[in-house]
């Protein structure tokens, strides 16, 4: 292929993972981010209905203290995830690099929303667990995120090496 195909010129030979890979890897983590943010707030928005309609003993468990407090740990814990991912969306948005704060989204927003989906499955008792409801499919897919991608171990691996955390 003729050497004027080189995206960036002559100043691009050589320099795709820099300029290519890099930037595109830093979107792929957002994406992921945001899949698990959705599917964390899915599962937030089921527990929480289900949490409200089911009764035993008489009351709703949603009268219990211990539902209440997962169901209010989840909520913070979804806004602080969401936050961090549009944080580092809006930087890609306005064309900044963020290859740090991108990799502390995925790392941040992918184990949270794990802890989050688990905590409501909880929520749900054994409904959580069977076929006939979403909360199941939640769990299923909830644990790969922080799998594809670039794993959590990498994130940290890259947060750590971009801030030049010294090895010696
Ligand atoms: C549903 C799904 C969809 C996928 N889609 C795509 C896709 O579209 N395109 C694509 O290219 N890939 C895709 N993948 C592959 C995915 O990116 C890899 O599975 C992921 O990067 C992890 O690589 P691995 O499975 O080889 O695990 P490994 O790299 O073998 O990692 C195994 C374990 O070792 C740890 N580890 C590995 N290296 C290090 C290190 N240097 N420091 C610390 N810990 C480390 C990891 O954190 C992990 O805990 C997909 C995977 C799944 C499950």
């Not at 993972?17 to 890897?25: A, F, Q």
Request: glycine share 10%; aromatic share 8%; proline share 4%.
């Amino acid at each position: 292929m003729p050497a004027g195909y080189i995206i960036g010129g002559d100043e691009g030979w050589n320099q795709g993972w820099t300029k290519l890979v890099g930037p595109g890897l830093d979107v792929e983590k957002i994406e992921v981010a945001a899949m698990a943010l959705g599917i964390a707030a899915a599962a937030v928005e089921d527990a929480w209905g289900y949490a409200e309609e089911r009764v035993q003993f008489g009351r709703p468990i949603s009268s219990h203290q211990s539902i209440r407090h997962l169901l209010a740990e989840a909520r913070t814990q979804l806004l602080a995830a969401r936050l961090m991912t549009y944080h580092a969306a809006g930087l890609l948005d306005a064309g900044e690099p963020a290859p740090v704060e991108t990799s502390m989204a995925k790392l941040f927003v992918c184990d949270t929303a794990k802890d989050i989906v688990l905590s409501m499955q909880q929520v749900m008792g054994a409904y959580g667990y069977v076929q006939d409801f979403d909360m199941e499919r939640y769990v299923r897919d909830v644990l790969a995120m922080p799998i594809i991608g670039g794993s959590s171990a990498i994130q940290r691996n890259n947060i750590s090496n971009r801030l030049k955390l010294a090895r010696e």
